[in-house]
């Protein structure tokens, strides 16, 4: 995954990610952004860095903050889940 891509991506547009979780290994579908526009006004500037082992973003479809490991993304695409 080139992380510089995918964050420079979310700060503008919502994005999926499909990553596997911890513990479980089952996979998770996550329409996500940073873009303010879309999160709403409640929430927080997260500042992110491409090295690192985990990031935080908006989960739209859980109206929350979520974090993910890099190591355990498939794949992301542009937009939301097809």
Same mark, same amino acid.
């Not at 998770?28 to 940073?34: A, E, N, S, Y």
């Not at 303010?36 to 999160?39: E, S």
């Not at 990031?55 to 739209?60: A, G, M, R, T």
């Not at 859980?62 to 695409?77: A, H, L, P, Q």
């Given at each position: 995954?080139?992380? *510089?891509?995918?964050? @420079? &991506? /979310?700060?503008? @547009?919502?994005a ?5 979780k /911890? $513990?479980?290994?089952?996979l ?7 873009n303010?526009?879309?999160?709403g ?5 997260? @500042?992110? *860095?491409?090295?690192?082992?985990h ?6 479809d859980?109206? @929350?903050?979520? !974090? ?8 992301? &695409?542009e $937009?939301?889940? !097809?």
């Open positions: 995954m080139n992380t *510089q891509e995918f964050l @420079n &991506y /979310i700060k503008e @547009n919502v999926t990610v499909e990553f596997r /911890i $513990g479980t290994d089952e998770r579908v996550m329409p996500c952004t940073l303010p526009d879309v999160m006004t409640t929430t927080t500037e997260v @500042n992110q *860095q491409a090295e690192n082992e990031l935080v973003v908006w989960s739209v859980k109206d @929350n903050w979520r !974090s993910f490991r890099v190591e355990t993304v498939e794949r992301w &695409y $937009g939301y889940p !097809s």
